[in-house]
């Protein structure tokens, strides 16, 4: 089943807003077997609303619009929408006395033009809006099913939960759509891609696989469609148990989550403490970690030093350190993780230390020059790294890095 | 002068990203006098991809692609635009060599797939890309143009900012755009426009008002359109007046920068020095500060103390204050900023503690309680706040205005 998602509103075409309504109905869409083929923003104007419905009739059996509801001048979606469809406009009691109420609610004077939000084509079936004063409005011709809703996120997400997706399920049958997620780091796309070429090149035409890069993790999506849900369930399984022999090294989770969700665990299962000793990174490694809910469990803190001073003084890097290897060194770094794990009495603490520009580089240390050490019960490692992009790629990037280590060396020190 | 932007890949269409390259790319476009007319998001798909070019080339003057330029097999826009224009490809030499510096650079090998990024079709300009391995690529045919540039965010908007902008500005003719940028923090956009109602309704039909929000500040960006260069500068300058009559103790700066800048700039102006003592915003305080080029001049380093011990031991908290007041508290936040700032020997220390969510809410002290202090040398002060919206944005929210209170507390105490 195909769905195009329409959205009108000037504020999105001038950047003024993002527009994170369609990456939601995408995601809810998906799974019940519906693919978005295209989703298109528009103006409020009525030849290009009427121009854009019929370029997606052209390729979708569900029109999924958003927006343009509003009680002003410049929302003219309903009167189009009753125009392509021929319809005459006529005031709903129920969704009047919703209107009603919510002015009631608010202790709100109504005044015409919110009235006039009741007024409703007659083709149409109302979908009522509990949580605002604009009604949806769902369409059927030609079997073919356009839908209107308002662009306010969280009455869209509302009315698309308990009207929208359940109309739809009951007007159209649906394919079975599996999806797979593998998380890789440490490789990069195309290292990755030459690396399962054969597994790729042997999947089934109904599975696909797409890349999902994010600096230093690329995720694996294979998607199986068809009739038989548990042919397809083991098929994927099967994918899981093969890519688990060709690059064993790089596969860190089979779920879709992210690197600190899988470091989180680890630390979790294993019942370890970390911090973060963050020059370069600048508390970006530490933000990662704690974006993660229920971090607190085994993220502890961390100490950003920025300055030599506070090298010395909070992490007891050595002065001669400094003053013989410089701050972005090996020496440096390693004394940075073992100078935080021994004072917060950590098990692991990941440390940085690079030059993240765009000044501070020099011809033995260019700018992307980052040091990255992890400290552990076991040993202390330490990598350098020369990673390329402007002042914020190079932080974000090195942080990823720097938990990538980490997991690399607790798997290494087993403890 | 009219655009369209079609973003092609599948991972916008499934909901898994989120597409803010075209946001961006608006807001970089309205300025020089570019509409756009329509931004369409599709699959990576031959027969898709080129209907879109057909449609958007019906409407707009100006077509930009973004995405769908990896080395996998899934990325199918840079063949389809050489048959789309009849073209034969060819390897670029220039593209090559960028592509070979770039593998040289990070020490890894180059294989075939990445080779074939420098295959280009002969009929584009080539617009090569110094931070990617995919170069862009400029098609002319009819008066229109038709640019082809990566989905990597960064990489897109190195290349619209240093090579497409500045083509399309030399291949026509627009008209005469003056901007002005003012940032207001601490005020929501629908108080603002409350605030400035008197103003907005007086702007001349050539002079456009948007508000572009993000977080706890507003950027308010006045348009002005027309032929008169300087009699547009002197109106543009007069609304700056008035704003600074009417919004005094909201407007921070009346250039296009971020808050950690004009912080960074009062800080480096003062010669002070500053830190941060976080709990909730988990390091993402340390990391706006660090994100802005040169913070090493003014930022000393951080503590972050997600656990209590590391409040205590750190910070020099006491536990009767855990105890008796919580971690989430005034009296918390205020010794975390103190003991900070006596720590470090710093001018100013920012400290924060609060529930991000999911979990740890209670019934006084509910997900989203934050409270925020800054110590400085005449004083201390703290904050609370009840802020909404799930873990990330209430830990990004919390610092951006941990960075609003210190810049209110510099200028309070005029130290």
Redesign the interface.
């Given at each position: 089943m195909k769905a195009e998602i329409i959205t009108i509103g000037d504020e999105?075409?001038?950047?003024?807003?993002?527009?994170?309504n369609?990456?939601?109905?995408?995601?809810?869409l998906?799974p019940i077997g519906v693919?978005?083929?295209?989703?298109?923003?528009?103006?409020d104007q009525v030849e290009?609303i009427i121009k854009?419905i019929n370029?997606a009739r052209g390729r979708a059996d569900i029109i999924l619009i958003t927006g343009g509801l509003g009680p002003t001048k410049d929302d003219v979606t309903k009167k189009t929408l009753a125009k392509y469809f021929d319809s005459e406009m006529a005031m709903d009691p129920i969704a009047l006395e919703h209107v009603t109420q919510i002015f009631a609610k608010r202790n709100l004077k109504m005044i015409d033009i919110n009235e006039a939000q009741a007024l409703l084509p007659v083709k149409c079936k109302p979908l009522y809006n509990p949580v605002g004063t604009a009604p949806g409005m769902w369409f059927e011709e030609n079997e073919q099913v356009v839908v209107s809703m308002p662009g306010v996120p969280y009455e869209m997400k509302k009315m698309m939960t308990e009207k929208v997706i359940p109309m739809l399920l009951e007007r159209y049958t649906f394919p079975v759509i599996h999806h797979k997620n593998f998380l890789t780091s440490g490789i990069?796309?195309?290292?990755l891609?030459?690396r399962i070429a054969h597994l790729?090149d042997s999947l089934p035409p109904h599975i696909k696989?797409?890349?999902?890069?994010n600096y230093s993790t690329v995720r694996l999506?294979f998607s199986a469609r068809g009739q038989d849900a548990k042919a397809m369930e083991s098929e994927l399984e099967e994918i899981g148990h093969r890519l688990k022999e060709i690059i064993p090294e790089y596969l860190i989770s089979d779920e879709d989550i992210r690197i600190q969700e899988v470091i989180g665990r680890i630390l979790q299962a294993k019942k370890l403490k970390i911090?973060?000793a963050?020059s370069c990174t600048?508390?970006?490694?530490?933000?990662l970690?704690?974006?993660v809910?229920?971090?607190?469990a085994y993220?502890?803190?961390?100490?950003?030093?920025?300055?030599n001073?506070?090298k010395m003084?909070?992490l007891g890097v050595q002065e001669s350190t400094l003053t013989s290897y410089g701050a972005v060194s090996k020496e440096t770094v390693l004394e940075m993780a073992e100078g935080l794990r021994k004072k917060?009495g950590l098990d692991y603490a990941i440390a940085s230390s690079g030059i993240?520009?765009?000044?501070g580089g020099t011809e033995t240390k260019p700018v992307g020059t980052v040091w990255l050490a992890v400290a552990g019960p076991k040993e202390s490692i330490a990598k350098d790294y020369?990673l390329?992009?402007?002042?914020?790629?190079i932080?974000e990037r090195s942080a990823m890095l720097g938990l990538d280590l980490l997991r690399k060396a607790i798997e290494a020190q087993d403890i």
């Amino acid at each position: 089943m195909k769905a195009e998602i329409i959205t009108i509103g000037d504020e999105i075409l001038i950047g003024q807003i993002v527009d994170t309504n369609s990456a939601w109905m995408g995601q809810q869409l998906n799974p019940i077997g519906v693919d978005i083929v295209q989703i298109s923003s528009i103006s409020d104007q009525v030849e290009h609303i009427i121009k854009a419905i019929n370029e997606a009739r052209g390729r979708a059996d569900i029109i999924l619009i958003t927006g343009g509801l509003g009680p002003t001048k410049d929302d003219v979606t309903k009167k189009t929408l009753a125009k392509y469809f021929d319809s005459e406009m006529a005031m709903d009691p129920i969704a009047l006395e919703h209107v009603t109420q919510i002015f009631a609610k608010r202790n709100l004077k109504m005044i015409d033009i919110n009235e006039a939000q009741a007024l409703l084509p007659v083709k149409c079936k109302p979908l009522y809006n509990p949580v605002g004063t604009a009604p949806g409005m769902w369409f059927e011709e030609n079997e073919q099913v356009v839908v209107s809703m308002p662009g306010v996120p969280y009455e869209m997400k509302k009315m698309m939960t308990e009207k929208v997706i359940p109309m739809l399920l009951e007007r159209y049958t649906f394919p079975v759509i599996h999806h797979k997620n593998f998380l890789t780091s440490g490789i990069g796309e195309s290292f990755l891609s030459k690396r399962i070429a054969h597994l790729e090149d042997s999947l089934p035409p109904h599975i696909k696989l797409a890349y999902l890069p994010n600096y230093s993790t690329v995720r694996l999506r294979f998607s199986a469609r068809g009739q038989d849900a548990k042919a397809m369930e083991s098929e994927l399984e099967e994918i899981g148990h093969r890519l688990k022999e060709i690059i064993p090294e790089y596969l860190i989770s089979d779920e879709d989550i992210r690197i600190q969700e899988v470091i989180g665990r680890i630390l979790q299962a294993k019942k370890l403490k970390i911090g973060t000793a963050e020059s370069c990174t600048g508390g970006y490694m530490a933000h990662l970690i704690t974006s993660v809910a229920g971090s607190s469990a085994y993220f502890m803190g961390s100490v950003v030093s920025y300055s030599n001073e506070v090298k010395m003084q909070e992490l007891g890097v050595q002065e001669s350190t400094l003053t013989s290897y410089g701050a972005v060194s090996k020496e440096t770094v390693l004394e940075m993780a073992e100078g935080l794990r021994k004072k917060l009495g950590l098990d692991y603490a990941i440390a940085s230390s690079g030059i993240a520009g765009p000044g501070g580089g020099t011809e033995t240390k260019p700018v992307g020059t980052v040091w990255l050490a992890v400290a552990g019960p076991k040993e202390s490692i330490a990598k350098d790294y020369l990673l390329y992009g402007e002042r914020l790629q190079i932080i974000e990037r090195s942080a990823m890095l720097g938990l990538d280590l980490l997991r690399k060396a607790i798997e290494a020190q087993d403890i």
